[in-house]
C-alpha cells in the first residue's frame, strides 16, 4: 500500500488543500506542506480527530464504528371509507427508512487503490444531497436476513439494500447509529467517513459495469447491425414494389376483382416504406377508370383514389343528390370521372359472361339435330296428367326395366323415330312462371282438349299463353274411348279461335288420343317428332353445356337437388356449373329413373347435385372452368336479375307509356285484361286496340273472365303488359305477386274510363288519377235477415278495417258484383264508426240483399294522384 503526499489526500476526499492542512495541524499530525507524505497511521489518527471534534466518537480512535444507520421518520394520515354509509376511519402511517451502512473487516486504509476517479466525489455527494428513496414496494428487510446475507461475503465494505420499513408501533433496532433527518448533521464527518467507504462500492461497480458495458455494448451493436440489415432488405422490397407499380401503371389497369388484391399488397408496401420512400406526384395523375353500367359512389372514389366526398361534392355541382352508397349510372359517372380529370373507360356488365358465351359457341360449333321440349297445357280435366302419366309409364319405365320412375320435373321418351322430351309440369300456370323468368324451354305446346267437353276457357287461356310465347302447338283430342266423343266438335270449336286442322287447310296437327287405352299416343309422339323436324331443332352436341333449371329442391341428405335440362353441348361429371345465382361442381347426376350418369347431351334432363343452393325453375345453367369464374359471374348474375326485374317493371307502365315512345324504347302496348263477362271483355278489348297508332300498337296479350290470378301476372309480366281488371279483382296469390313484383295494374269499373286512361297514356295526357285505394276487406261468414235492415251480414273483417262512410262493393269470387254504400256497420248491437282488422261485424249494405256467405266486401276510398311523367 502506497502512502500519499496532503494534496493527492485532498483531491482524494475532495476537500480544499487548505482546509486539509488546518486539520491535520489540528490533529496533531507532522504532515504540514502540500507535498508532505501521509502514512495510513495518520490517516487513521486524522480520522480519530475529526470524529472527536464532532462528538460523535464511540470511544477509541481505532474503535471505528461498525456500522453508520441514516434513517427518516414520516408520519402520514390515510382516511378510507368502508362500507357505504359507515364512517370514514382514520390510519396513522408512520414510515421509517433506513440506510445502514456496515463495516465487515477492518477499514481498509484511504488510497489503498492506486485508482481514484470523479465518481467517488459525486457518489458522495449525492447521497449526502439525496433524500433517501422511499419504496414502498420493497419488502423490509430484517436485521437477521441482513447478517445472513452478508457473512459469506468477501467485499471489504457492503453497501446494503435500502431498508424501508412501515410500522405503526415498532421503534427501529437500538443497536444501531441512528441520524435522525431532522438533526443537524455534520456533512463533513459524514463525508470523511463514506468517502472510504463509498470508494470501493464505486471502484467494484465501476468494474461490474465496465464489463457489463461491454456486454451491453456489444449487444447493442449486433442489435443496431440487425436492425440496419432488415431496414435495408425493406428498402430494397419496397424499391421493387414501387418499380413494378410504376411498370403497372403504365402498362394499364389491371381488370376486374383481381384488382382489389394487388392493390391491397400496394398498401402494405406502401407502409414499409412510408418513410423513405414517398414521393408526392408532382404533376396530377391521370387514371383510367373502368365503369360499369352501375357504380356505387364510393366504389367509384376508390377507383379514382380520391376520398367519397370529393365525389358527392362533384357530383353535387353537376346537380345531383348521392350518398356514399348510392348506386349512380354509367353516363353519369363517365362524366363525373372527366370532370376530375381522369379517362373513363365503359365497361359492360356482361363483358365477363359474353366472353363465357362467346368461348362456348366457339368450342361447340358443330350442331346435331335434338329431340323437341314439350309442354302439355289444358282445361281441367281434360286428362294432361294421366297423359303425361301414360307415356311416361309405357315408355319410360318400358324402358328402363326395374328402373325407379321418380318425378324429377322432366323426362325423355325414347322412339323408334326419335326422342322427345316431356316437361313434367303441366298447365300454362307452369309454362308462364317460366316465361316470366326468361327461360324459353319449350319447343311444342300439346293443347290437350276432352272430346266429350271440348273447347272450355282454359283451353283458350292454353292457346293465347302458346301464341303469345310464339311456341307451336300440337292439339291432343283426349278421351276419345268415351261413347259420347265428339272430335269433330273441338276440331270446329278450335278453328273458331284460329287453331285450324291440317285437314281443313290450317298449320296445327290434331292427334285423336286416349290416356285411358293408350290409343293414338304413338300417333301423337309422331307428330311431335315430325314438328320437331319442321322446326329443324339442332344443337352441338358435344362441347361446354349450358341450359335451363326445371327445378329444384332441397335435400335432406343430398343437399341442393335441381333438375336441369341441357340445351347445348355436353354436361360431364365433376364439371362447375353456373345455375343462376348458384353455383358448385357437379357432383352427380341421375335420369329421371335414378340412374347415375356420367353425361348429358341436348334436351336431356338430369338431376344434379353439388350446386351452392336451390335455384329457380327458368334459372338458365351453364359450365365455367373454375370454382371462381362461377363465382364471379354467379354474383354478376344476381346484380343483374336485378336491373333487369327493374327494367321490365319500369317498361309496364301505364305513365310511363308515352316516355317510352318518345324515346323510341317502345313501340307497343302490351295488356292483359281480365273482364266479369265475356260481354265486357269484347269490348274492351276491341275498343283498346283500335287505339293503336302509326306510333304505338296496343296488343292485348291476353283477355280472359274471371279474377286475376297468378297465371295472369306472370303473363303480365312475361310479356311486359300491363294488367287491367274490370270489375274483377285479384286474388290472394296474385296480389301478393303484384306487389312484390310492382306489376302495374289498373281496376276500372266503366269502359270507357279504361279507354279513356290508355288512349291520354299513349299520347302522354294522362291526367292526374282518381286513384282507388282499397282500406279493407271483410269476409262474410253468415248472412241474417232483419225486419228492419233486410239482410245483414255476419262479417270479420280480414284486411284493413271496414269505414261506415266509405264507399264499397261486393266481390263474388273476386268478381264485383254490387257497388254502392254501407247501410249498417254494427258490433254487438251498437253502431260504431270503424271496425278493424281481426274483428267481428254486422254490415247491411244500402240497397242490396243479396250478399251470401264467402263474398268479399271491399272498402275503397278515392284519391286524387298526380301523375309522373
Ligand atoms: N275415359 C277416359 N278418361 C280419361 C282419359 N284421360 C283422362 N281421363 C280421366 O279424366 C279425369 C281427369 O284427368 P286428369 O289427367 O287428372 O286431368 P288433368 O287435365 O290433369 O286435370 P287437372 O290436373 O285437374 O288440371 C280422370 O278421372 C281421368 O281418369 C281418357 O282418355 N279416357
Redesign the pocket.
Known sequence: MSDKTVRQLAEVVGIPLERLLEQLKEAGLSAHAPDDVISEDEKVKLLAHLRKRHGKSTGETDAAPKRVTLKRRTVSELKQSNAPGSSAKTISIEVRKKKTYVKRAEVAPVGDEPKESEEIKKTEERIQAEPTPVSTEQPPVSAVTEEKATKGEEELFEREQPVDEVATTAEAPQDKISVDDSEPVDKEALTEAQAIEIRKETERKARLSETERKKEEEKKRRLEAAVEKNAEKVRQLAAARMESQKKKRQGGQAAGKGKKKGKQKDRSGAQADLKHQFEKPVAPVIRDVTIPEHIIVSDLAQKMSVKAAEVIKQLMKMGMMATINQSIDQETAVLLVEEMGHKAIMQSDDDLEAEILAALKEESSQEMSRAPIVTIM?????????????IRETRVAAGEAGGITQHIGAYQVVTDHGSVTFLDT??HAAFTAMRARGAELTDVVIV?V?A?DGVMP?TKEAVEHARAANVPIIVAI?????PQANPEKVMQEMSTINVVPEEWGGDVQFIK?????G?GIDDLIEALILQAEILELKAPAEGSASGIVVESRLDKGRGAVATILVQRGMLEKGQFVLCGHEYGRVRAMFNENGKAVKEAGPSTPVEILGLSGTPNAGDEFLVVQNERAARELAEHREDKSKISRMAAQQAAKLDQVFSKMATGETASLNLVIKTDVQGSLEALRESLIKLSSDEVEVKVVYGGVGGINEGDVNLALASGAILIGFNVRADTAARKLIEEKDVDLHYYSVIYQAIDEVKSSISGMLAPEIKETIVGLAEVRDVFRSPKFGAVAGCMVVEGFVKRNLPIRVLRENVVIYEGQLESLRRFKDDVAEVKMGMECGIGVKNYNDVKVGDHIEVFERVEVKREL
Open positions: 289444358g282445361h281441367v280435366d281434360h286428362g294432361k296428367t294421366s297423359l303425361l302419366d301414360y303441366p298447365g290437350v276432352a266429350d282454359q283426349n278421351k276419345i274411348d268415351k288420343v286416349s290416356a285411358k287405352t290409343e
